[in-house]
C-alpha cells in the first residue's frame, strides 16, 4: 500500500516562507511524476506545482509562479516544496500526489492515484 506523508506545514506571517515535504513508505517515488495540490475552506481543489520523474520538467499554477519551487531527492525519496513570499491566500491543506503514469507531470489532479493526507499552511497577514 502507498502511503504519501506530508509534513511541515505551520503558521508563518505574510511575506514569510516554509518547506513542505512528502516522503512515501513502501513505495520508491523516484519512478513517478509528483504534484502538489492545496484546497482551502469553501474552495475547490487547486494545482501547485508538479515535477517529472526525473526531476527536469516542472510546471507551476498560475497564482505560485515565482514564488514556489518543486524539488525532488531520488536518494531521499522525497519531494518538496519551497514556499517564499507567503500571502494570506496561500492558507490551504496543502497535499502531495502520485501521478499514474510517468512522464513530464501534470496538473490535472485525475491524474494523480495516491494523495497524502495533507499539510495544514497558515499565513498570517
Known amino acids: 500500500q502507498v502511503q504519501l506523508v506530508e509534513s511541515g506545514g505551520g503558521l508563518v506571517q505574510a511575506g514569510g516562507s516554509l518547506t513542505l515535504s512528502c516522503t512515501s513508505s513502501g513505495q520508491y517515488l523516484n519512478s513517478f511524476d509528483m504534484g502538489w495540490f492545496r484546497q482551502a475552506p469553501g474552495k475547490e481543489r487547486e494545482f501547485v506545482a508538479t515535477i517529472n520523474f526525473s526531476g527536469g520538467i516542472t510546471e507551476y499554477g498560475d497564482s505560485v509562479k515565482g514564488r514556489f519551487t518543486i524539488s525532488r531527492d531520488h536518494i531521499k525519496n522525497a519531494v518538496y516544496l519551497q514556499m517564499n513570499v507567503l500571502k494570506p491566500e496561500d492558507t490551504a491543506v496543502y497535499y502531495c500526489?502520485?501521478?499514474?503514469?510517468?512522464?513530464?507531470?501534470?496538473?490535472?489532479?485525475?491524474?494523480?492515484?495516491?494523495w497524502g493526507q495533507g499539510t495544514q499552511v497558515t499565513v498570517s497577514s
Open positions: 500526489a502520485r501521478r499514474k503514469i510517468p512522464g513530464s507531470g501534470s496538473r490535472w489532479y485525475y491524474d494523480y492515484d495516491y
